[in-house]
Each structure stands twice: as C-alpha cells, then as structure tokens.
C-alpha cells in the first residue's frame, strides 16, 4: 500500500524539498551563529555576547576556587558545543546539514524503487534519479560554502588567548595587591614597638645589674671594717649638725652631741 501512495502521489516530491529547506536552513543558522560568535570572542573584554559572558564568568569564579584551571581547552569546547544559536545547539544544527544530504539521496532512491517496481522504466523513475542526485550535490556544496569547523577553532583560539594571556594574569594581579593590602594592614595594627623595644631594655638592664653587682662586692669585700664605721659616722654628724642648726639648740648641748660622736668614732 505504501508503495502504491508513493508511486501515485507526490509525497516524496515533497519530502525531498522539505528536507533541502531543512538542510538550507541548517547551513544559514549555523553560518550566522558562527560569525556572531567569531565576532564576539575577536573581543572578548569589551563583548557582551551571552557565551562569551558566561565564559568569562564561569573562568573567574573557577580560578577564586581553584586558583587556576589545568585544561583551559576542554573548559572553552564544553561552552561551545552546549551553546544554543537558535533553538538547538551548533553540533545539533551541524548534524542537520549532513542529515539533510543522507536523506535526500535515500527518499530519491525510495520514490524511483516505488514507480519502478509499480509502472517500470517510465519517465517518472529517472525524474527522481536526477532530482535526486540534484538535491544532494546542492547540499553538499552548500554544506561546504564556510569552513564551519575552521570558525568553531577560531573562536575557542580566541577564547583560550583571552583567558591565559589576559584573563588569567589579570586575576593574578589582583590577588596579590590584595594580599598586599591585607599584610599591609595586618602589619600597622601589630604592636612591633612593644616587642623591638623591650629586648633593648633588657639588654641596656643586664649590664648596669653587673655593675651595680661589681661595685657591691668592692665595697663589701675590699673595704676593712673601721673604714665603715667612720663613714657612718660622718653621716650621723652631718645629720646631727644639720637637725640641731636647724631646731637653734643650745651650743652646749650641741658641743656636747658632737664630742660623744667623735668620741664614738675614735674608739
């Protein structure tokens, strides 16, 4: 039954332009999506196309995590093979124009087996031979017209330059200035004066000590006995001359103090 509708009606005629329309189709979205995007990552740090935004998004929040990322080339592919130009994605789009050739060849050879095995060699039969193989060799050439993936390497060869040679050292560069400033301001609010200053009184404290010990052990040892005594005498004099001047005591009685304290000290 299927072979009698194929051969008495047109339906393979018209499957055969539907599917060089899809074909055709495929090949102009693709061919506009490409030179968008091509256009797009050429300048990257100005552009605001939304893949190349979400590149450079996704690339600076990975180096805050990581630092850095080890294979940049599979982290620009993955954004562009999932990149949607137009309701589906580039590969998607891609696949729609070889598809579109595979399958004009085999409904050519499907509706000339249907009008042959029907109604034999008739005129019918070499049309769908010849529109066939038409269909196919136009496909072909326009699937062909743009180096579809020469554009796809050229994007992900900008988007790699961007992200090593600008994007990456740029982030660098940020990090270390704030890193600069944090041990900048780490460093005002340390007490270094504290801690620079009390090693040297420390220091400037054991000396003086061993003099003062030096000198107390002269004094103590070198010294003889009644060299002390006369020393301290001295002292009580003068003691005793400057509180009985002062109180205007009598001068006996402070002729008398005086003479008990020499009397003192030359015993």
Partial sequence: ????????????????????????????????????????????PKSTHKLIKL???KYEHACMIHDSVENIDAFVEKYIYEYRGFLFRIHTWRQIELLS????????ALGASANYLSYGFTESV????????????????????????????AVKMYMIDYLENICAFRLKKQRQTEKDEIRVIASEGSPKSVFQTAPQSEEESVPELQTEQKKL???????????????????????????KSEEEEKPALREEAI?????????
């Fill in 126 to 153: 070499y049309q769908y031979i010849a529109g066939g193989v038409a269909e196919v060799v136009l496909l072909s050439v326009v699937s062909r017209l743009s180096d579809e993936p020469y554009k796809i390497n």
């Fill in 259 to 267: 003479r008990q304290i020499l009397e003192e000290f030359l015993a």
């Fill in 55 to 57: 590149v450079r998004a």
């Fill in 217 to 243: 052990s002269i004094n103590i040892e070198g010294e003889p006995r009644d060299v002390g005594k006369g020393e301290a005498a001295r002292q009580a004099v003068r003691r005793t001359v400057k509180e």
């Fill in 1 to 44: 039954m299927l072979r009698q509708v194929a051969a008495d009606t047109n339906v393979v005629i018209y499957l055969m332009a539907a599917i060089g329309v899809l074909g055709v189709l495929a090949k102009i979205v693709n061919q506009f999506t490409l030179r968008r995007l091509l256009k797009a990552a050429g300048n990257m």
């Fill in 101 to 108: 050739v595979w399958f004009a060849g085999i409904l050519a």
